[in-house]
């Protein structure tokens, strides 16, 4: 019986492997600079679509301006060709949360270092292509657009213009690049 059942699992994983891949790893290192999707998975849902989920952490410190957020997104795309290989469309949504640390104030002049932290919500478009070798090595290039609503949390001393600055929701363009690996 233990053999049976032994047989019966390697049919199964062979043949699974025989069809075409189904899973895709991906790293985005663009997303560093404040994406959402920096370790994406993506998997197969049907004939010509997929889903994908990712997450990230991002900083970066531009002379006084310190940055850093983390953030997690769902992304349903459907593939015109092959499922996996070829031009897509996909939807997007995303949640991102961070601080920004903004020393000796925004403007300059001032002695008073500022910060805030930040949530943000969105959802919109993408465009894009991706490939996969037969060695597995992929490689997604993707534009689009999303609209992101912020909610800020500043405090006590950052000033009206800082906050007037940084007070925003609106679309933005997005940019997606990754490199990665599919089974």
């Excluded at 899973?23 to 997929?50: C, F, M, Q």
């Excluded at 909610?151 to 990754?178: E, H, V």
Aim: hydrophobic residues 40%; aromatic residues 16%.
């Amino acid at each position: 019986m233990k053999k049976l059942l032994l047989c019966a699992a390697i049919a199964v994983f062979t043949l699974s492997n025989v069809n075409a891949q189904e899973n895709v790893i991906k790293v985005n290192p663009l997303a560093v600079l404040g994406g959402t999707d920096l370790v994406s998975y993506e998997r197969v849902l049907g004939e010509h679509t997929s889903g994908i989920i990712s997450a990230a952490i991002g900083g970066f410190k531009l002379g006084d301006i310190k940055y850093s957020s983390f953030g997690a997104g769902l992304q349903y795309r459907y593939y015109f060709d092959d499922v996996l290989d070829g031009w897509y469309g996909g939807a997007v949504v995303s949640y991102q949360n961070g601080k920004t640390e903004i020393e000796d104030g925004f403007f300059g002049g001032g002695s008073n270092d500022e910060e805030f932290d930040f949530t943000a919500i969105g959802g919109g478009l993408k465009v894009g292509h991706q490939w996969v070798w037969d060695s597995g090595f992929s490689l997604d290039l993707n534009i689009g657009a999303s609209y992101k609503s912020f909610d800020y949390d500043f405090t006590d001393g950052t000033s009206t213009s800082t906050q007037d600055l940084f007070k925003a929701s609106g679309t933005l363009p997005t940019f997606g690049f990754g490199l990665g690996y599919a089974w």
